[in-house]
């Protein structure tokens, strides 16, 4: 909150309201990298004061998470220390084993430069069937 010539101007939080697609998509059992471009593309968030500069993920709905600058240093999602999608923090999403269609991955808000944070949203990715070999 800030003082100008007596009126008080506070933070709107960004508007998210859904993602317009899935944000990814890959084949059964394979990770796939969703950056932050791609989740501003596809999603529906907005920050009428100001910039969204990243997204956090709040929780996992299926699959798994790792967070990082590259694949090979990307670490796993953690709700309190490794949960930020930004410019330089991307995110490796794999699904639970064998698992394919249209499934919910992690549910995610939108953050602005002022710190104000949008309602959570349900990210979704295409997971593409593998026929697997008999056992």
Known sequence: MAITDGIITVNDVPTFAAFTNSVAITTEDTAVEITFADLLAKGNSADVDGTVD??????????????GSDASTATAWNAATNNTIDATHHVWWTPDSNANGTLD???VVAHDIDGGESVEVQAIVEV????????
């Open 105 to 107: 991955a992690f549910t």
């Open 54 to 67: 990243s997204f956090t993920i709040k929780a996992l709905a299926s699959g798994t998470v790792a967070i």
């Open 128 to 135: 593409t069937p593998v026929n697997d070999a008999p056992t």
